[in-house]
């Protein structure tokens, strides 16, 4: 029986990249048995193929090579079942980090479906919203210069990435500036949280209960108007501005460069 193969010959059997094999002896992972002098040929033997199984089956757990390396090195019982106890722990996390991505993805596509609900744009609706989390910084924005710089100022307050806050920015008038018709300016930018951990003395819980909403076609430049329709309708109907309001660009620059296609949309907790 064969008892020597050549590089080749590993890489067919095994179904592995020549240079694959040619890295894990470079790194002392796992060298060939026997090496040709006179033409550098490469040979492994059956032996072998245990620990190139080993290695393939540690790798396709997701285990780093110098963690392979080690086991390889010290190999016991007791060192692969807690390399395992470790691998399990390590998948786990991010098994969970992949959960909130996908949940990051259905928001946002709920949130691109809502917005693309156009027989409601231009139209004051009253909807109640459950308990909402956001993460708030309070600070004067007058144009969208100061707009991106407070991103900017909430992404290092927050310690988190700007990717972080992608789809969720939004600002608010104060209350007293809604009752005092001042549309021009806001008071401060927030993100929505979405499982994310922030400083306590940022978060901002919105409360459950009912919202006037009105959605537009536009950006935050257009919104003042949109806010003298919602301020006619709570006094025509004899409401009360309980909270801020909240302003968020549904569809912006980051999904279509078509401005037409722009939804702002504002809400006001009332009473």
Known sequence: MKDLFTIGEMSKLFNLNIKTLRYYDEIDLFKPIYIDKTNNYRYYSTEQFEQLN????????????????????ERSIDNITELLRQQKEITRKKIKELQDIEKKIENRLKQINYARQYDKLDVIQEIEFDERTIVLLKQKIKSDMDLELSIRNLENKTKKNASIFNGKVGVSISRDNLENRKFYEYDSIFSFAENEKYNKKLVKVLPKGVYLTIRFNGTHKDSPKYYDEILKYIKENGYTIVDDSIEVTLIDFGLTTEKSEFITEIQILIN
């Open 54 to 73: 080993t290695i393939i089956y540690l790798k396709a757990l997701r285990m780093s090579l110098s963690t392979i390396s080690f086991h390889l090195n």
